[in-house]
């Protein structure tokens, strides 16, 4: 079946969601954000359009808006959060109206990128195929997902983080969506209202950083929060580290979260390694299965602006390795190891502080810069032995996959090429990002590119098996345009340099209306070492526009069409979101 919507219900049966929480005391909406709500109750999924504003021939035009109405009681708020509420909606309505639709919650969050509320383990029901028995264990995706309506400006990257969980057993689902509970969500929650500034979206153009700045100064001394237990959202990934599972977002440390038998999502608490972690760290870590190793970075506005660490098997952080070398700060959200080096990518994206404190974003694109590879043993103890090679027009946001060729004298990387990175933050849907192999000679120091294919493809993965290892598949998620992913690619990256010919090798498109998320890659049998590289299946949810239904897909990674094995159907819809992670039944119960 090459299409997926026409399989799907033309209704939906959804239990009570979404409720977004408007203070008794705030102050009115701006009239920018007149959203109208729609009643979520079990019966078939209906939306009401609001008219649109007129708009300017650059402003995309308006989608389908699902919102909620209140379904519990308003917490009632204290005179200086009232006060201070106030303040910020005078600065959302006078000094920065969200103008921009990449800012404007309107278009943000419309469709599926609008925001549900939790969903307690819910049973679904298989609608197609059956679950393999391999598929043992949870498949659990993180996205962000705002618990209040924002006020004013905001960016997708600035949601809440929501861990959505579908536990199967002996061919039996079940879903739960829980919030990852952060200080901030905690402490918002509390107050019942946003109470910490958007990072991406909070300040733009002097006059809204000063006025932002003031506010969110006089909020601290008013001791509404405390920036010391987190500001994060752990709204990216997730991940096993020592045989612990972690939600994690780049703004703050990892949270440790656990799935019980029943499917319920627990958040564990924030988790600094012992006092060894003090502060953020990679939304990518990578863990080799060989080894049981886990290798992160971070990186900030300040020198270092990259920090190399390890955590052994037993979930004990090592020593820092700072990386000086990198000499400006760069947007590095992701990496790449190998069996003898970790690999960084210094691209045309930055942080730029001083631009920041006068009012510009936090990150920018810069054209003159010349992207960077840089290259350091992955048991190194300082930066002796780093090496980088300049790269022009290579920036690489996810890296898929790396190995050690000729006896560690080179090294090959496969990541996909931001084309567009002047687009980046402010206009995802203008991005391209093409396919790429690269290698890198030590000995000559010569650097080599190699397009795999021409289609927009990001979220790429592998068999986990095979991090760092040479290996000869990838999945990747088609850029419909992003973040929006109408289907899943798989490639042959084992092609030669010489050979020029498209490596996709099998591909499943949702068909007309429908779109889905990051793919990722089960085994179906983890602890066979003979087995297929590609003897397993693509998981992944998604979603229909049409009906308003999400489903849950299995499918067969060695068939030519990524044939579906299974469909599960949701008991409500799952947002877009960003990056997953199967975890098989073995490990949950170890947590």
Partial sequence: MDSLSSSFLPTLSINPQKTIHHPKTSPPQLPSLNITSIRIEDKPLTTTKTPPPPLKKSTPPPRTTYTTTPIRPIKPQSLPTTILNA?????????????????????????????????????????????????????????????????????????????????????????????????????????????????????????ASAARGALTAARLLSGQFNPSNGIGLANTSLALIGGKLYALGESDLPYSVKVDTKGEIHTIGRCDFNGKLLMSMTAHPKLDQQT??????????????????????????????????????????????????????????????????????????????????????????????????????????????????????????????ILSVEHTLERMDLIHASMEKVRIDFKTGFVSRCPLSTRNLDFGVINPAFLGKKNKYVYAAVGDPMPKVSGVVKLDVSVSEGDRRDCIVASRMFGPGCFGGEPFFVAKEPDNSKADE???????????????????????????NLEIVAAVRLPRRVPYGFHGLFVRESDLNKL
């Avoid at 197609?128 to 924002?150: H, K, M, T, V, W």
């Avoid at 079940?174 to 109470?195: A, H, M």
């Avoid at 489903?551 to 060695?558: E, H, I, Q, Y």
């Fill in 87 to 207: 303040f910020d909606n005078f600065i959302n309505t006078f000094i920065d109206p969200p103008l921009r639709p990449s800012l404007d919650p309107r278009y943000v969050l419309s469709d599926n990128f609008a925001p549900v509320d939790e969903l307690p383990p819910t049973p679904c029901h298989v609608v197609e195929g059956s679950l393999p028995p391999s598929l043992d264990g949870a498949y659990i995706r993180n996205g962000p997902n705002p618990q209040f309506l924002p006020r004013g400006p905001y960016h997708l990257f600035d949601g809440d983080g929501m861990l959505h969980a579908i536990k199967i057993s002996k061919g039996k689902a079940t879903l739960c969506s829980r919030y990852v509970k952060t200080y901030k969500y905690k402490i918002e929650n509390q107050k019942g209202s946003p109470i910490i500034p958007n990072v991406f979206s909070g300040f733009n153009g002097l006059s």
């Fill in 292 to 417: 049981g190793e886990s290798f992160a970075f971070r990186y900030g506005p300040m020198p270092p602006f990259l920090t190399f660490f390890r955590i052994n098997r037993d979930g004990e952080k090592q020593p820092d390795v700072p990386i000086f070398s990198m000499t400006s700060p760069s947007f590095l959200h992701d990496f790449a190891v190998t069996k003898k080096y970790a690999i960084f990518n210094e691209i045309q994206i930055g942080m730029n502080p001083m631009e920041m404190m006068a009012g510009g974003s936090p990150v920018a694109a810069n054209p003159g810069k010349v992207p960077r590879i840089g290259v350091i043993p992955r048991y190194a103890k300082d930066e002796a032995e780093m090496r980088w090679f300049e790269v022009p027009g290579f920036n690489v946001i996810h890296a898929i996959n790396a190995w050690d060729e000729d006896d560690g004298d080179s090294i090959v990387m496969v990541a996909p090429n």
């Fill in 534 to 560: 590609d003897d397993g299946y693509v998981v992944t949810y998604v979603h229909n526009k049409n009906t308003g239904e999400s489903r849950f897909l299995v499918m067969d990674a060695k068939s030519p």
